[in-house]
């Protein structure tokens, strides 16, 4: 079996997130009280047995990288292998079904090149899910393909209508790609092996169409390569948008959802933070929540993630909410289906509603003083 090299991109539009990704991408989304986007494809990697990966990042990188360092809290922190941070290309338009496209491998070619003969398990971070690569390359092996696609059966993404649908033959080949428009079908997760050679070829014969995408690739040489599809029959959130998001967040309240993603012998990694426990006042009611370390709990948290430093005063109370560290609510605010993003500020007496399909989002160090509903 050949080495496997890991590629995540994060270079992909975040335009359906509001403020949220107003300046960061969508990779370094801080999600479940204390783990970032991100944290998913590189522990998936990493408790696969990749040893070396590359992140594409994008333009607005800077909270990306203050997040990953050096990959040591992933085990990536080698001299010679280890975790190498890479561009992504800036220029031109991007196609609207691709996470990985052409240009991003061009300007990437010397580290391919590099890497030798390997499989390439390439990966996005809107597929929050926990996978063992090490199967799927056992799979990719075993059946002689060149290129291997993730698919979750039955599978439909309600907040990206243009999800790759695989059409297969009795064998598991792939035979067509189309768009489900959020339908169930076979999904593709954005995830995959490719012979790395291939790849390279991929780049020579399209260099002159560099906004393709990787599965606009993939498409066009069904007939000419051997793809085939992996099933992928574990819990998958799909996170293409602030809907998304919010849902993919009550998701975790769920215990077997919860065991599923950050429980087991191979957890998901993060970067490390101090915080004290959380303190919790004799005012303080809490049910079904995940609150994480370093809060001051004063008033009633129901059905929530609460991530790190958060204050709820007393009398307040936060129902159905994804409060991102450090943020603070006012004594008395109430707030009900509402994303507040870091260092966000709601005053005293303040009110914020949203629904459970448009929750009310507020971005980085924004301050709320009149109610919204």
Partial sequence: MKDLIGLVCTNYDGTGFGPLTADRPVASLPFGGRY?????????????????????????????????????????????????????????????????????LLVNRPFLERSGDVRMVIASTSRIMKIDYDKVATFHDHIGADITLVYKKNFATPGDPY????????????????????KPCNCYLESLIIDNQLLLNFMTWYSAMDYMGIMDLVAENLKQFKVYAYEFDGYVGAVDDLKGYFYRSMELLDPAIAEELLGGEKPIATKTQDYPPT??????????????????????????????????????????????????????ANLNYVICDKRAKVADFVTLAGTHDAPFAMGKQQVAEINVR
């Fill in 36 to 104: 970032r986007l991100i944290d998913f494809p590189l522990s998936n990697m990493v408790s696969s047995g990749i040893t070396s990966l590359g992140v594409i990042t994008p333009y607005m990188y800077r909270s990306l990288l203050d997040h990953i360092g050096g990959g040591k809290p992933w085990g990536l922190g080698g001299k010679t292998n280890g975790m190498f941070v890479l561009p992504g290309a800036v220029y031109g338009r991007r196609t609207f079904n691709s996470k990985l496209q052409l240009r991003d």
């Fill in 163 to 182: 999800s790759p649908a695989l059409e297969l033959d009795e064998d598991g080949r792939v035979i067509g790609v189309s768009y489900s428009e959020a």
């Fill in 279 to 332: 303190k919790y006042a004799a005012t303080a009611k809490v049910s079904n929540s995940l609150i994480a370390s370093g809060s001051i709990i004063e008033g009633t948290v129901e059905n929530s993630i609460i991530s790190r430093s958060v204050y709820v005063g007393p009398g307040a109370v936060v129902r159905n909410c994804v409060l991102m560290p450090s943020t603070e609510i006012g004594r008395e």
